[in-house]
């Protein structure tokens, strides 16, 4: 599913236009991306949650070469399913 499908699904289930069903997405989708930003947590009951996980510096290897490559520190967003989801992706809830 890509972001114009529920864009035209929240529009059509809501009976709002295509610019409002936009606007709305793109007010949940930066404030998603603020929150990960500042460094908060995002919870959806039932469906998982959202952090930003920190990644101290590590020396790597370029699987092309073999040279060790130093990798820099990076912050990277991490989502963890949850317990509903992930029993309903599994068949146990209906």
Request: net charge positive; aromatic share 8%; proline share 3%.
């Amino acid at each position: 599913m890509k972001k114009s499908d529920l864009i035209s699904m929240l529009a059509n289930k809501n009976n709002l236009t295509q610019a409002q069903a936009i606007q709305i997405m793109n007010l949940i989708f930066d404030g998603f991306k603020d929150a990960l930003v500042k460094g908060d947590r995002i919870e959806i009951r039932r469906f998982g949650s959202f952090t930003r996980r920190e990644y101290k510096t590590y020396t790597g290897r370029n699987p092309k070469t073999g040279n060790e490559v130093e990798v820099k520190p990076k912050r990277l967003p991490y989502f963890k399913v949850g317990r509903e989801l992930k029993k309903r992706i599994n068949g146990r809830i209906v």
